[in-house]
Nanobody, 131 residues
Framework: QVQLVESGGGLVQAGGSLRLSCAASGRTFSSYAMGWFRQAPGKEREFVAA????????YYADSVKGRFTISRDNAKNTVYLQMNSLKPEDTAVYYC????????????????????????WGQGTQVTVSS
């Protein structure tokens, strides 16, 4: 049984930083790409960032590029999302997800942005940015 558990959310002022963590179990973590998505009230879930299973490539939504950094520690089965220069529009529930295919190579960002690529999701962690 695959489990993903997010942590690190909270309330922060605009311009502040948070680091989200997602601990994975039940699968050979180092063989799977990982993604972060978010969903604000009344909006659809949207792609934030992804990291290839090898860790050699990362992908970002334009709205977070230059402010957020995704990384992974395969020894700890954990993926991180460092969020800097936070804005009120970053307020959302943040979810991590794991790719459904091991050792996959996808050409370009597009595949990583599609929720259907991921077969397990965490429960989400709330991030609230006040103005």
């Amino acid at each position: 049984q695959v489990q993903l558990v997010e942590s690190g959310g909270g309330l922060v002022q605009a311009g502040g930083s948070l680091r989200l963590s997602c601990a994975a179990s039940g699968r050979t973590f180092s063989s799977y790409a990982m993604g972060w998505f978010r969903q604000a009230p009344g909006k659809e879930r949207e792609f934030v960032a992804a990291i290839q299973w090898s860790g050699s490539k990362t992908y970002y939504a334009d709205s977070v590029k230059g402010r957020f950094t995704i990384s992974r520690d395969n020894a700890k089965n954990t993926v991180y999302l460092q969020m800097n220069s936070l804005k009120p529009e970053d307020t959302a529930v943040y979810y991590c997800a794991i790719d459904g295919q091991a050792n996959a190579y996808y050409s370009g960002t597009y595949y990583y942005t599609r929720p259907v690529m991921y077969d397990y999701w965490g429960q989400g962690t709330q991030v609230t940015v006040s103005s």
